[in-house]
Nanobody
Framework: QVHLTESGGGLVQTGGSLTLSCTAS????????MGWYRQAPGKQRELVAS???????NYADSVKGRFTISGDFDKSTVHLQMNSLEPEDTAVYYC???????????????WGQGTQVTVSS
């Protein structure tokens, strides 16, 4: 019903930049929040940044001042600009969307398949 397509991961050196993009397609009726989570080997998945349909952004303390999230909810798209990348940012990054697929439906979370970000020292 809903599919999240991610792009933009890759390998970068310390101090470099990457931009992740994600688009939700399918039965997207009411998109509430989009965001990015990440999971490093041996660690739990954690929130990196999210943005609401009203433009309110939320960031993990570890990325404040380095990462910027932006959204185009008319296009069901979110971007994550990542600057000053550090080896500690290495992880699989997952796109998340909280949305309804019908007017009378319940909002639920959908996930992308993940994109690898590797920062070399």
């Amino acid at each position: 019903q809903v599919h999240l397509t991610e792009s933009g991961g890759g390998l970068v050196q310390t101090g470099g930049s990457l931009t992740l993009s994600c688009t939700a397609s399918g039965r997207v009726f009411d998109l509430n929040v989009m965001g990015w989570y990440r999971q490093a080997p041996g660690k739990q998945r954690e929130l990196v940044a999210s943005i609401s349909d009203r433009g309110r952004a939320n960031y993990a303390d570890s990325v404040k001042g380095r990462f910027t999230i932006s959204g185009d909810f008319d296009k069901s798209t979110v971007h994550l600009q990542m600057n000053s990348l550090e080896p500690e940012d290495t992880a699989v990054y997952y796109c998340n969307a909280n949305l309804r697929v019908a007017k009378w439906g319940i909002s639920r979370d959908y996930w992308g398949q993940g994109t690898q970000v590797t920062v070399s020292s």
